[in-house]
């Protein structure tokens, strides 16, 4: 499965990058690429640095220094560094959050809304006006929302706020809310933290859902069960270095993975 | 229930008896000690600490009560409240608002001159709040010199009325756009900072803004003001003081509608939502796409328009300005209707416009306690029911499912 996709074009390629807080080093010299279509898996122990990796791609942390180009589908490719978190979602990256962050007293239908206003325009004028054109516009954010909702499996909570849904259900609100921006790649924050195997199973068939309609999906997770299952390729961070990469068999008997997870007698020493 | 066990009648008792000992203690110089000068003799009236004790005992019952209540209410998320029913259902809104409209239309021919100058200052107050609900309420950023904006607006009538003979009308929307340019040129700096350090900032530019009006004299004449300033009219009309009260009257319920409908409008909107989105979570907003600093900056020159036009009605209305009325009270007294009345919410800040400054004509008998009023129906209120008057609440869309629907 992964030999026939490697062929197809990259969508994320980057090249070094590295991220320092004061003396501690976050990330180095990390390389990773996402072809298109294709659920790249980053896995590693806690504090390997996965979350600032993702803070650094989407702008919310400038790494200081390596590449990260986003390469739209038959466009030229973007390097995204120091460019505003909102400049990245509109260029088609979107993400889900590990500790969940929505919108608590929105409804969930707002919520998914507000994911939209980067692929619409009405000003203030337009708002007051409301002419024709807003009109129509406004008329397509619910219903493309609405239909978001829906295909999450969450179309009961429509006018519900979001700090009355269940947590799964949140969870998917999130990704919804992430898909309302139209990106090509998504990046996935720990999805399933906190799920039973059944909200688990039912993320894992989303997940795949997503994958269909064209969306390459960049996710980080703990569940080592459903990482294995989804992802074509797996990278593997510790201490903020890529110490592996391959697919989940390679990954499952990679020796410094299993170090990495477990310790070994020299780093108990 | 445990409401009546042993233990909890006992343990309220004694807790009220601690109270009001602590309150006999608290106020013992005050209610007790007389001292008589005259006389030269100190007089004990130990009566009044008795009456004291008992009454604290019986208010601190009360109180139990009121905060048992407000904890053990059920949470009915299911029932509509009244005031969203009033305003999203059709068949009440209509009759609602032209009854609302009707009397306030006749008011002014039922009541006092004095009366219909309070009720425009209310309405001032209620553009205001709305103005600057849009800043606190929407968007979430603490403005705590908002009145700097209203100043600007005054100003900008009466010194291009001054200068240059400009008229109201034309100086209506001036006034507003200055408004909004203020609230720009203010907004670039300091809308980089969030929570706390934003009000500060904001309660020290309100005050510079104040301060240049009071001692650069040649631009603005300094505390003396500036006097004259023509009222609203209308050409080939003439008008006297209370026609002309009447006419500024009619002109601020066209305004308050006008301030209405834009406002809903904005709040309901591509760019109302992600001012809500913006207060929510500041992180999650931009990563979904939206640009925080424009943003802000569009909340914060929309709530300045508001206030830059009622400035200019203020002046007009009361043909004479100084520095002396855009002190920081004035921020707090917006500040307080919006909160007071329900923060983000249209109809509450309405409320809390007219209770705040209705109530206090109304209550000129109590002047002297009116800030104790004031300030303990505050803490009341805060303890209470700390959403307002009337909470926001959220619109709720009604989609209707085409064949598309189906990917579950």
Not at chain 2, 155 to 172: C, D, K, Q, V
Request: net charge positive; with cysteine; proline share 4%.
């Amino acid at each position: 499965m992964a030999g026939e996709e490697s062929m197809a074009e990259k969508v994320l390629d980057i090249r070094s990058m590295t991220m320092t807080f004061g003396g501690l080093k976050a990330l180095q010299e990390v390389d990773l690429s996402v072809r298109q279509g294709e659920i790249v898996g980053l896995i590693g122990p806690n504090g390997a640095g996965k979350t600032t990796f993702f803070n650094c791609l989407t702008g919310v942390y400038p790494p200081d220094s390596g590449d990260i180009l986003l390469i739209p589908p038959d466009k030229k490719a973007i390097r995204l560094n120091g460019l505003k978190p909102n400049k990245i979602t509109e260029k088609g990256m979107a993400r889900t959050f590990q500790n969940i962050r929505l919108f608590q007293n929105m409804t969930a239908l707002e919520n998914i809304m507000v994911g939209r206003h980067c692929r619409t325009r009405a000003g203030v004028l337009g708002a007051i006006l409301k002419g024709p054109h807003t009109r129509s516009e406004e008329k397509e954010i619910v219903s493309i929302s609405y239909t978001l909702l829906h295909n999450v499996g969450l179309g009961q909570f429509v006018n519900e706020q979001a700090k009355n849904l269940p947590y799964g259900a949140q969870r998917r609100l999130e990704i919804a809310r992430a898909l309302a921006t139209d990106p090509f790649l998504l990046l996935l924050d720990e999805p399933a933290a906190g799920m039973n195997p059944q909200e688990t199973e039912r993320l894992m068939d989303l997940i795949q859902t997503i994958r269909k309609s064209g969306v390459s999906i960049l996710i980080i997770e703990h569940d080592m069960r459903l990482i294995m299952r989804i992802s074509d390729r797996i990278v593997v961070l510790d201490h903020g270095v890529k110490i592996a990469e391959g697919i989940p068999e390679e990954i499952r008997k990679n020796e410094m993975v299993i170090n990495a997870y477990l310790g070994t007698d020299e780093g108990a020493a | 229930m445990a409401r009546f066990s042993r233990e909890k009648i006992l343990s309220d008792f004694r807790q009220s008896i601690l109270v009001s000992v602590w309150f006999m203690l608290l106020t013992f110089p005050i209610m007790v000690i007389r001292v008589n000068t005259v006389q030269k003799t100190v007089q004990w009236k130990w009566e009044r600490m008795l009456m004291l004790g008992v009454g604290v005992f019986f208010l601190s019952y009360i109180w139990r009560y009121l905060m048992e209540r407000k904890e053990n209410r059920p949470k009915d998320e299911d029932k509509i409240p009244w005031n969203q029913r009033l305003l999203s259902e059709k068949k009440y809104f209509y009759p609602f608002i032209s009854v609302v409209f009707a009397f306030s239309v006749f008011l002014p021919f039922f009541v006092s001159e004095y009366r219909v100058n309070v009720l425009i200052t209310a309405m001032i107050y209620v553009v205001l709040g709305l103005g600057l609900n849009i800043v606190v309420g929407l968007a979430g950023l603490l403005d705590l010199g908002y009145v700097a904006f209203y100043a600007v607006g005054a100003y900008s009538y009466a010194l291009l009325n001054l200068h240059y003979g400009i008229n109201f009308w034309l100086a209506l929307p001036i006034g507003a756009l200055l408004g909004a340019l203020f609230g720009i040129i203010l907004g670039i700096p300091v809308l980089r900072l969030r929570g706390d350090y934003l009000a500060i900032v904001t309660l020290g530019f309100g005050e510079i803004i104040r301060l240049i009006l009071e001692n650069w004299g040649k631009f603005s004449k300094g505390p003396s003001g500036i006097a004259n300033i023509p009222k609203p009219g209308i050409i080939g009309l003439e008008m006297n003081r209370s026609q002309s009260i009447l006419f500024i009257y009619y002109l601020m319920i066209a305004l308050v509608i006008f301030t209405i409908f834009v406002v809903e409008r904005l709040q309901n909107s591509r760019l109302g939502r992600s001012w809500v989105a913006l207060r929510e979570d500041e992180i999650a907003c931009q990563v979904m796409g939206i640009d925080r600093m424009r943003t802000k900056l569009a909340a914060f020159a929309l709530g300045a328009t508001w206030a830059g036009m009622m400035g200019v009605v203020f002046a007009a209305k009361t043909s004479f300005i100084n520095p002396a009325s855009f002190t920081f009270m004035e921020s707090a007294m917006i500040l307080s209707i919006v909160v007071l009345g329900g923060m983000g919410s249209i109809l509450g800040v309405i409320l809390g416009a007219l209770v705040l400054i209705l109530l206090p004509e109304e209550l000129r008998a109590f002047s002297q306690y009116r800030m104790l009023i004031f300030g303990l129906s505050m803490v009341l209120m805060m303890v209470f029911r700390p959403q307002g008057i009337i909470s926001n609440v959220r619109r709720s869309y009604e989609y209707h499912e085409p064949a598309a629907a189906e990917g579950d």
